[in-house]
């Protein structure tokens, strides 16, 4: 669990704030998920909106509450609770559910959650290529000068926000390479394929009820699918994401958010297929066949891998 020391945190009116609040994105992927399990579990917090798009994550206020300069941040009764996987333990042991905990409980189940969290929170970093890449235009999202001064400078030192700045001021120069591309294709191409393994025998991944786990990956899902790729290589998935869609919570924190983000999305992957770029032909150059690491045998059908186009130098996608 990461929480904050308190000496730690510089914005000290959140020392004073009770009950739950959550700062976090309308579209931020992270932010997406901690919000469906609070709704899920019905509890109350007040929501404190950090538009990313306008770089409120890089405020000195903001980044007195996480130094990290991400959302989503929790405050509970004071405490700052930052990292969404955490997050969604601490908000389910702190509020245990009447009904049923959405931790899963058995040994061999929590070893599981605890493979498949981390591992979905590595692939963090590829699902932004995924979104910058093909959901948002290089020219809108990135962000100027200014921006990744105030975000480099204010608050305090922290390693990990170096690395969010690093990552922003390549994508304002180079935006998303196609070696990004398909370095995150893979990723999740080899994801999927353990995440089907353990459909094969359930309708959740961990059991008969959802758990944090399908929580987490659902919000991938929805991101790499709305960015076009091409779910239908994995026929389990794809029913476990419909059978979570159909749940109002989760259908519902999806899609907040101002129109204009949201439908710039679909407008700007469609600009791209115009232009012969998309998501599931990046999937179709690599040849999956014949990586022996990825995973694959699972039953499920694999990419076609006849192209060789598969760009392997940094160019723009
Ligand atoms: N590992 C972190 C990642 C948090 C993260 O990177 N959040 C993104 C939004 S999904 C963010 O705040 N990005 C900063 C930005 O876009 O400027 C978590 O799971 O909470």
Redesign the pocket.
Known sequence: MVKLDRSDIRTKEVLDWKGLHLLN?SQ????QKVRILLAEKRLTYRSIEVD?TK?E?ATPWFLGINPR????ALAHDGDVH????DILRYIDEAFPSSGRSWIPEGANEARIADELLARE?GL?MHLRAVTMGFLAPRAIARKSDAELKAYARNGPDDAHRAE?VAW?RAFAKDGVTAQQARDAVIAFHGAFARLAELLADKEWLLGDQPTVLDIAWFISLNRVIQAGYPIETRPSLYRLFRRMKARRAFAREVNRGPASIRFLGPLYRGWRRAQGSTLSSVHTDIEFGSMAAQGTANGEMDAAGQSTGVVGHPRRL
């Open positions: 994105f931020s992927a992270c932010s990313l770089a994550n300069g991400v959302v989503p930052v990292e969404s996987n929170d963090h969010q922003w």
